[in-house]
C-alpha cells in the first residue's frame, strides 16, 4: 500500500465496487429477462483454457466452469443491451 489507511482505502474503492456490483446485477436481470443462455461447449473452452497448466480437483473445476458461465452470459447480456440501446440506422459497430 502507499501509507494509505485500511479507512481510506476502503473509502476509496467503495464506489467503483458498488458499480460493479450494480452492472453485474443489472446484465444478470437482462440475461434472465432475455432469456440469455450460454453454449456448454463454450463454457468447457472457456474453463479449460483458465485451468490450462493448472491441477485442479473436481469441485476446482466445477467452480471454474460456474465462474465461465457466469461470465460469458453476462457478455451475452451486455452485448444484447447495446442491441437494444443503439438505433438500427446508427454507424455504431459492436465487436
Do not use: C
Request: charged share 40%.
Amino acid at each position: 500500500m502507499s501509507g494509505q489507511s485500511m479507512e481510506a482505502l476502503r473509502t476509496e474503492r467503495r464506489e467503483p465496487a458498488a458499480s460493479r456490483v450494480r452492472l453485474e446485477l443489472a446484465l444478470d436481470a437482462l440475461a434472465v429477462a432475455e432469456g440469455i443462455e450460454v453454449d456448454e461447449n463454450q463454457v468447457e473452452r472457456e474453463a479449460r483454457t483458465v485451468a490450462e497448466g493448472r491441477k485442479i480437483d473436481a469441485v476446482q473445476r466445477r467452480r471454474l466452469e460456474d465462474l465461465a458461465r457466469r461470465d460469458l452470459r453476462r457478455r451475452a447480456a451486455g452485448q444484447r443491451l447495446l442491441e437494444i440501446v443503439t438505433p438500427e440506422d446508427s454507424d455504431f459497430i459492436s465487436t
